[in-house]
């Protein structure tokens, strides 16, 4: 079953959703970070859709340096089905911005503000701590279907990144699961931080952890493989 890298738009965003939510299965702080229904009047009023699709669509559009890459089974698109099994999400700068690079921590109606503060919040500051006004790539979600694991679709997504950053010169940033940082690990990426965050208010765990990951910047100058091609 060969597998391909392809640029994602907007038209992925179903399968995206369903991806995510497979691969991260229950979590220990999805129901203190995403509570359930807030009234319209708490949530900024340009806080993304409170279903994922349309969140992940608003991504998109808000942002002109987002990227989505995804990889494809082409037997399953043969087959009539959607081939989509791996999914990231990057945002790719290429030029210096005074006021830096900062994501906004709101997760819109149905979160917990403040413990996506905490949470989200402490992500966006530790970053733009380390990076600055620097231009960098940074990978915010990467998926792959549980039913596709462990066949390099995450490796694949993961070149694509570190491709375009070493033709570009600069360095690669992410936010890793300690399940996830060994990937991480094996495509270049340092843990130079860790996130420790105390959801016990809302009874979630005391200590709930994060690595913050560097891949230096290589190269420059170079070309990247299109997205369409395999890795």
Known sequence: MPLQVRPADARDAQRAAAIESAAYGPSPISHV???????????????????????????????????????????????????????????????????????SSKRGPGSNEEAC????????????????????????????????????AGSMLLRWGAGEADRLGIPSYLEASPEGRPLYQKHGFVEVDMLDVDFSRWGGPASFK?????????????????ASAAS
């Open 33 to 103: 970070l995403f509570p359930g229904s807030q009234t319209s009047d708490e949530a900024d009023a340009d806080a993304a859709p409170s279903d994922r699709p349309s969140q992940l669509v608003h991504d998109l559009a808000q942002d002109s340096t987002c990227r989505w890459v995804k990889v494809v089974d082409t037997d399953l698109e043969a087959q009539g089905h959607d081939g989509m099994v791996a999914f990231s999400m990057w945002y790719v700068y290429e030029s210096p911005r005074a006021e830096g690079f900062k994501l």
């Open 210 to 226: 994060a690595a913050l990951m560097l891949r230096p910047a290589h190269g420059g100058g170079g070309a990247t493989a299109p």
């Open 117 to 152: 503060e905490l949470f989200f919040g402490a992500m966006v500051r530790r970053k733009h701590e380390r990076l600055g006004s620097q231009p960098h790539a940074y990978l915010k979600l990467l998926h792959t279907d549980p039913a596709h694991q462990r066949r390099g």
